[in-house]
């Protein structure tokens, strides 16, 4: 049921004449009844001109007030418009600051050594009267584009006790995705949160770009809740270093075009479409060890994070010329062309010259090329990368001798053929049946 609209105030010289009497009488015990009537007896032996001060000080309360407008949940509107155009405000800064970090290093010829931190978070429950989520796994993957995925960090995580009257909510969420509630809570009163998020700021510091602020990049559909949980993990502990966290399908969206050097995809709702496909969804050995167990890994925090690696770099590695390497760039086993590649399987060691000469083109043609933001200098022209196998168009690969081998078997069938049946048959001594009849094998 909404609120009940204010009133205006019926203020008038009478009731300003009131409140001054209750505030100037030394009998702090009268009531209100007593306080009318002794003020009463006092207005009525006033003169006009004594009453006029107090009539003056009700007009202008009456003049001044303005009435709150409030919305069907009692909260003011002027306050949640207030915190929509903050919020409106903050995701364009940080679609600002992506955009300038991923030209900066595209300028620089290090857009493929550029890190990524990438967080994904499964919690049991939200306990709304302090705005705080019980979480239960925390996982972050450490992804460039030249090695792909460097190192993921999982963590199953004991929140404590949860709320009384909570936990029911979190046994039904629990079991309808990743059922690690029997785990987290194990030992209710067992809270390991201080040092999990120890050991995700020491992760974090340990793969940041150049001493820059530490940014996490989160999926949309858990991007309000990992804000809600960094920022209160950096309360509880006394974390005075900021952690940014940024929109995943935003940043996914803004690398494809870098890489590019141009509009490849026009908005954002590509990269959603893409992460939304998770066409690595099933893959073996790619969770935690509880999960692979439990033949739930689709939901796993570790899954999560490794899947969006994988997308990222099936999308984006092959505009750099960069090999896909089974296992860090593409699941294990993944058929990908590697004659690029040394025989070294470890990614460090590969030879990145024809990255580094594609991204040298873009950056000398940036000037002449169109560019995928107004607000930004262009990158570079398109360049060739026909040696990697692209797993989101699933293409694969032909050698181009493949058409004249082809041709080839087919000319040696036909003369094979030609031969064979000129030495049995005659074709002008064929007899064929009339239409209607019934063909006998005797004509032959």
């Not at 991923?102 to 967080?119: G, P, Q, R, T, V």
């Not at 908005?267 to 692979?292: M, Q, R």
């Not at 796993?300 to 994988?310: A, D, E």
């Not at 041709?407 to 001594?429: I, W, Y």
């Amino acid at each position: 049921m909404p609120p009940k609209k204010s009133k205006k105030p019926s203020r008038n010289g009478y009731w300003e004449f009131v409140l001054e009497c209750r505030d100037k009488q030394p009998n702090k015990h009268m009531n209100m009844q007593e306080l009318q009537t002794y003020a009463s007896r006092k207005w009525s032996n006033l003169s006009k001109e004594e009453r006029q001060p107090y009539e003056a000080r009700a007009q202008v309360a009456r003049d001044t007030y303005q009435p709150t407008k409030l919305t069907t949940d009692g909260l003011e509107i002027e306050e949640v418009e207030r915190k929509e155009k903050e919020q409106v405000g903050k995701i364009q800064d940080m679609k600002n600051d992506i955009t300038r970090t991923l030209k900066a290093a595209s300028f620089a010829m290090n857009l493929d050594e550029h890190m990524f931190l990438i967080i994904h978070i499964n919690h049991l429950t939200h306990y709304p009267n302090e705005d705080r989520f019980f979480i239960c796994e925390i996982a972050i993957a450490a992804l460039n584009l030249k090695n792909g995925i460097e190192e993921v960090y999982h963590s199953i995580v004991k929140p404590g006790k949860l709320p009384l009257g909570f936990y029911g909510g979190a046994l039904a969420h629990s079991k309808e995705t990743h059922q690690l509630i029997d785990l987290a809570q194990e030992d209710p009163c067992q809270d390991n949160t201080q040092e999990v998020f120890g050991e995700v700021t020491q992760f974090l510091k340990k793969y940041r770009n150049n001493h820059s602020p530490l940014i996490v990049y989160a999926d949309d559909k858990t991007f309000d809740m990992t804000t809600n949980v960094i920022n209160n993990f950096r309360d509880d502990f006394r974390f005075d270093e900021e952690i940014k966290v940024y929109n995943l399908q935003y940043m996914f969206f803004a690398l494809r075009n870098a890489v590019a050097g141009k509009t490849v995809w026009q908005t954002e709702t590509f990269a959603f479409s893409e992460l939304e496909k998770d066409v690595y969804s099933y893959t073996p050995n790619i969770a935690c060890a509880f999960h692979e167990m439990s033949d739930i890994s689709i939901y796993c925090s570790k899954s999560f994070v490794t899947r969006y690696c994988y997308t990222i770099c099936d999308h984006c590695c092959a505009e750099l010329r960069i090999q896909l390497v089974p296992g860090f760039h593409v699941p294990n086993k993944s058929r990908v062309v590697t004659e690029s590649r040394s025989a070294s399987k470890d990614p460090s060691v590969y030879s990145n010259d024809d990255s580094r000469s594609a991204h040298s083109a873009r950056v000398n043609n940036s000037l002449s090329s169109t560019s995928y933001d107004d607000d930004y200098p262009a990158l570079a022209s398109k360049s060739s990368a026909s040696s990697v196998v692209s797993f989101s168009s699933m293409k694969t690969v032909k050698s181009a001798s493949t058409p004249k081998k082809t041709a080839a078997r087919l000319e040696q069938s036909f003369k094979a053929l030609s031969l064979k049946e000129a030495a049995k048959r005659d074709h002008g001594d064929l007899a064929f049946p009339k239409h209607g009849t019934t063909r006998n094998r005797n004509n032959f």
